[in-house]
């Protein structure tokens, strides 16, 4: 079936230093979503990217979708502490037909040292 | 527009007890989502209604099931609890869907001891 990786696991930055992580599937999805969990929280939608090679901004945020629709990258520049969590990635199987679900990624956590 | 909403926010049960957990959608969304998440394995789908119909069940054995009433509110139900089924399980909902911008409710923590 449908799998989502994402790398890294974990990542630990000094407030101010960037970040990005990386998403990738192994099937072309037809569009990437990202979410952010707050510890203890529960996963909020961040953006969704349907174009190949589509690029987002939101304020520190660049998301980023793949030309092949099979990759995306999430970056967060100058981060804060307030940019602590994890971060999901998430797409919808590409088998045609009624899926409705998506498949998460494991997430990559992110720890901000202020 | 209030969120999604789940009940109760915490359950402690003990190995073979049943379990059933409530989901309110945000209003005008029709589909309904449930999801396992843990440490080890992340999130995973359980299974997806909309017009009280189940169109998409995960890999969970039967002792999983669900159900959607006529207003959109689900429950899910884990009979014969396993101490495997320890989790957060969260409710998302979304307009129509399923598979595109859920709205996530904080989630019921399950204790299985």
């Known amino acids: 079936g449908q799998q989502v990786m994402q790398i890294p696991q974990y990542q630990h930055v000094q407030e101010g230093e960037d970040f990005t992580t990386y998403c990738n599937s192994s099937?072309?999805?037809?569009?990437i979503q990202w979410y952010k969990q707050r510890p203890g929280g529960h996963p909020v939608f961040l953006i969704q990217?349907?174009?190949?090679?589509e690029v987002k901004k939101q304020k520190r945020l660049t998301f980023q979708f793949g030309e092949a629709k099979k990759n995306s990258s999430l970056h967060i520049t100058a981060t804060q502490t307030t940019d602590v969590g994890t971060y999901f990635c998430?797409?919808?199987?590409?088998?045609?037909?009624?899926?409705?679900?998506?498949?998460f990624g494991k997430g990559t956590l992110l720890t901000v040292n202020p | 527009k209030a969120g999604v909403t789940q009940t109760p926010r915490y359950l402690i049960k003990t190995r073979g007890q049943q379990v059933t957990l409530s989901c309110s959608p945000i209003?005008?969304?029709?589909?309904v989502s449930w999801y396992q998440q843990t440490p080890g394995q992340g999130l995973q789908f359980l299974f997806e209604?909309?017009?009280?119909?189940?169109?998409n069940k995960g890999n969970f054995p039967g002792r999983f099931s669900g159900r959607q009433f006529s207003n959109s509110r689900s429950e899910m139900n884990v009979s014969t609890l396993e101490l495997g089924d320890s989790a957060l399980y969260l409710c998302?909902?979304?307009?129509?869907?399923?598979?595109?911008?859920?709205?996530f409710g904080s989630g019921t923590q399950l204790s299985v001891l």
């Open positions: 998430a797409g919808p199987p590409n088998s045609g037909g009624s899926n409705y679900k998506l498949t």
């Open positions: 209003s005008g969304h029709r589909s």
């Open positions: 209604y909309f017009s009280e119909t189940q169109r």
């Open positions: 990217l349907v174009k190949s090679g």
């Open positions: 998302a909902s979304s307009l129509e869907r399923g598979n595109e911008k859920l709205f």
């Open positions: 099937t072309t999805l037809s569009n």
